[in-house]
């Protein structure tokens, strides 16, 4: 029973997530999911050890984001990743990473 509430409110959790519009804290939330892990969030972007993001363009990062998931711009690892965002997950990576100082 304890299990199930806990589960209720990862559930509810996430469907509140969900709700926000394009906005830096969804962009945030699915950048710690997915990018940080070669993009680095807390690092500074000269430690990390990909492309940094923090600070960057935001229309360039979109650019970038829907060249690689229409594969206009060839990279096997972000080709994969960006075959799995919505125009709205990459208007809020985009919001987010631009916003973030480097
Ligand atoms: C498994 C590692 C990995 C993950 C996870 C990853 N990336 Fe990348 N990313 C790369 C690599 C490697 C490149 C350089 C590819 C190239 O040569 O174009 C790159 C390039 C980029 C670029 C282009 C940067 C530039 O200077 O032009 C953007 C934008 C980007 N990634 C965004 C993201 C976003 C947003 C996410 C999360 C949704 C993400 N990446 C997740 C490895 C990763």
């Not at 360039?60 to 690892?77: M, P, V």
């Amino acid at each position: 029973m304890k299990l199930f509430a806990y589960s209720l409110s990862i559930l509810l959790i996430s469907v509140s997530t969900n709700s926000f519009a394009a906005s830096a804290f969804a962009g945030k939330a699915k950048a710690a999911q997915v990018c940080s892990q070669c993009h680095g969030i807390k690092k500074t972007s000269a430690e990390a050890p990909f492309p940094p993001l923090a600070g960057r363009d935001e229309a360039y990062l979109e650019k970038a984001l829907k060249q690689y998931r229409n594969k206009t711009r060839k990279s096997d690892i972000m080709n994969n990743i960006a075959a799995g965002l919505s125009d709205r997950d990459i208007n809020n990576i985009a919001e987010y990473y631009s916003r973030l100082k480097p």
